[in-house]
């Protein structure tokens, strides 16, 4: 009876100890901050809920200068800076995740919860809408053809009269606007490598934002070999988008971008990273 009765004390013991193992792996999991099933771990100034607790995430896709760029240890750009102005507001601080740009447009980094924005110079199109909710728009954007100076191009049509290689960024609208104009591109994981196939001859000629156009040419060895020859007025604007139905965070977005337009904020920041004022309708 002695050995029955230790037996059983002993299994006691062995469950209590699981009990409170399995306790403290519980309240561990938390303590990051983090939610990764999409919960939320905090709320910030005025109740807005945020997947990460004191953050603000944003879901970006790197580089695109000068939007969100790596300049040294840190993320920086015009969006950046915009975004930044929502953390202030509510009271956190930004923490950037750079991830492929397709599951940013397509919203799912947004609905699975791993961010609360995403800033990555998105147009707003119908197509997007559906799965993301957009704030008011914050830039106006056009496309723009790049290729080597002297190549005679002044026009898209000129580029399939001539049967020459275009070349786009994947996932992108200047990607679906050249296709919907015919054209089969080949597409390039970002600008960067984009650039660089224009620079390798994998591409004649490649379709990208104007400002990120614009930034690139302002680098010597660039601008001395390649110009801008056609500007596509696509009447595109970029949105910062949030998970679809979240209107306590869009709310706070919209009132902060059209504040800062307002108050003359934006005009510093599109200043600073354009080197001229924004135009009449965009600063409106």
Not at 225 to 250: H, Q
Request: net charge positive; glycine share 12%; proline share 3%.
């Amino acid at each position: 009876m002695a050995s029955w009765s230790m037996r059983r004390r002993m299994l006691s013991i062995g469950a209590t100890a699981l009990v409170a193992a399995f306790t403290v792996s519980a309240c561990g999991s938390g303590g990051s901050g983090g939610r990764g099933d999409g919960g939320s771990a905090a709320s910030a100034k005025g109740g807005v809920a945020l997947v990460n607790a004191g953050k603000l995430t944003t879901c970006t896709h790197l580089q695109f200068q000068p939007f969100q760029f790596n300049q040294g240890a840190k993320v920086v750009g015009f969006d950046v800076d915009v975004i930044d102005l929502v953390a202030k507001r509510l009271g956190v601080t930004q923490d950037i995740i750079d991830i492929d740009f397709a599951p940013i447009k397509s919203g799912a980094v947004l609905s699975s919860g791993r961010c609360d924005l995403a800033a990555a110079g998105m147009t707003i199109t119908d197509e997007r809408r559906k799965n993301i909710e957009f704030s008011v728009p914050y830039f106006d954007a056009t496309q723009a053809l790049l290729a080597r100076k002297g190549s005679g191009l002044t026009s898209l049509g000129d580029v399939k009269a001539k049967n020459l290689k275009i070349g786009a960024q994947a996932s992108t609208t200047g990607l679906e606007y050249v296709k919907r104009k015919g054209f089969d591109p080949i597409e390039f994981a970002d600008s960067p490598k984009e650039l660089l196939g224009l620079q390798t001859g994998q591409a004649d000629v490649i379709v990208q934002d104007l400002p990120v156009v614009a930034t690139w040419l302002k680098k010597p060895d660039v601008r001395a070999k390649y110009e801008v020859v056609a500007v596509l007025d696509t009447g595109e604007r970029y949105g910062i988008g949030m998970k679809k139905g979240n209107t306590a965070l869009s709310k706070v977005v919209n009132e902060v971008i059209e504040g800062a337009k307002a108050d003359g904020t934006y005009d510093t920041i599109y200043k600073k990273w354009f080197g001229t004022e924004p135009s009449p309708a965009t600063a409106s």
